[in-house]
């Protein structure tokens, strides 16, 4: 079964900056999209970004300046995050969708201290 792989995640002073990487386990040809997702406590999962396969980006309006989604490979995907803010800490999720199919990572946490 694929399996996306989130990594990169963890704890980090506000202001300060992380990459996020996602990565599929095997070949499941070239990701139409490819994206980020975030769950706060108590909130639905919302949009952070998304790349499409020709290289076309959308950002949530909260993110936008800060946040610079890259297709690093047909299967991999990497989220650079800066001046980061308490509001960003939540479960950050990789999103596939390819060959009309759609894979989800596990999540990985993301946590902004004030």
């Known amino acids: 079964q694929v399996q996306l792989v989130e990594s990169g995640g963890g704890l980090v002073q506000a202001g300060g900056s992380l990459r996020l990487s996602c990565v599929a386990s095997?070949?499941?040809?070239?990701?139409?999209?490819m994206g980020w997702y975030r769950q706060a406590p108590g909130k639905q999962r919302d949009l952070v970004a998304t790349?499409?396969?020709?290289?076309?980006t959308n950002y949530a309006d909260s993110v936008k300046g800060r946040f610079t989604i890259s297709r690093t490979s047909a299967n991999s995907v990497s989220l650079q995050m800066n001046s980061l803010k308490p509001e960003d800490t939540a479960v950050y999720y990789c999103?596939?969708?390819?060959?009309?199919?759609?894979?989800w990572g596990k999540g990985i946490q993301v946590t902004v201290s004030s």
């Open positions: 790349i499409m396969r020709d290289g076309g």
């Open positions: 095997e070949w499941i040809g070239t990701a139409n999209v």
């Open positions: 999103y596939y969708y390819s060959q009309y199919n759609h894979y």
